[in-house]
């Protein structure tokens, strides 16, 4: 296997995006991505503990521990993400969120960060 270094980029166009990584499926690293966005600042644990805690979360972990890697199909609890954010910043936990879309109950948030026009087929319907 050949490794080569990933080409890091502060801006591109729509057509140097799609004329050297998109078109010759190259990885890019984009160092600049969302240096706008209000997210980057805003979004924090405390942010979300505050704005959306009350929100209610299905929570999922493994089956048995015997199995950690298969997931149970129907959430062994429900808390509020408050309490979720709590636990994942205790340490390290087996309790997940699984196709949890914030953006449904805060949808508000859509507007602390864009889509950039470098690429089409954003999936903006399903921000997971």
Avoid: C
Wanted: net charge positive; glycine share 4%.
């Amino acid at each position: 296997m050949k490794l080569s270094l990933i080409e890091k980029v502060e801006t591109l166009t729509r057509e140097e995006f799609q004329k050297y990584f998109y078109l010759p499926q190259k990885p890019v690293i984009f160092q600049s991505f969302s240096k706008d966005w209000k997210a980057r600042d805003l979004w924090t644990y405390d942010f979300f503990k505050t704005d959306a805690g009350d929100v209610k979360v299905d929570v999922f972990g493994s089956w048995t521990k015997n199995h950690p890697t298969k997931i149970t199909r129907t959430p062994q609890k429900v808390m509020t993400f408050r309490e979720y954010l709590q636990l994942i910043e205790a340490g390290p936990t087996e309790y997940r969120l699984f196709l949890f879309d914030l953006f449904k109950h805060k949808p508000e948030y859509r507007q602390h960060f864009n889509f950039p026009q470098i690429a089409s087929g954003w999936v903006k319907t399903h921000p997971f």
